[in-house]
């Protein structure tokens, strides 16, 4: 005897997504903050692996502009108006040649983000 369920209602849909979504928001919290100890511990030396991964750091780089030696050298509108959009704003407005290039170049400051990567053990 095949007894069918009937389909849960939009009511019911809505309360489980509410559910998975709280849930999720909390492991992610969660995740950030033990990730935020563990890049902490690896920067300061330690090491990190369990019997599956190994913990790792990427470093990435990207390049900023100081505002405040921006302003100096390209005025405050120029600063106005690159702070508001980003890096890729300043670059466009130096190769339009609102700018100039080899100035904004030499304003340039590399910054480094570390991630955590967790690469898997091989047996």
Not at 67 to 88: C, K, Q, W
Request: aromatic share 4%; net charge negative; no cysteine.
């Amino acid at each position: 005897m095949d007894h069918d369920l009937p389909a849960p209602g939009l009511n019911d849909l809505l309360e489980r997504y509410a559910v998975l979504r709280d849930t999720l928001q909390g492991l992610e919290l969660e995740k950030e903050e033990l990730g935020k100890q563990i890049k902490a511990a690896l920067l300061a030396g330690d090491h990190a692996e369990t019997d599956l991964y190994r913990a790792e750091l990427k470093v990435s780089r990207r390049l900023e502009y100081p505002l405040d030696r921006f302003r100096e050298v390209f005025g405050d509108a120029a600063a106005l108006e690159a702070a508001t959009i980003d890096r890729r704003k300043a670059e466009a407005l130096a190769k339009a040649g609102d700018l100039d290039a080899a100035q904004l170049r030499n304003l340039a400051v590399r910054k480094e983000v570390h991630s955590l990567h967790l690469v898997p053990k091989t047996s």
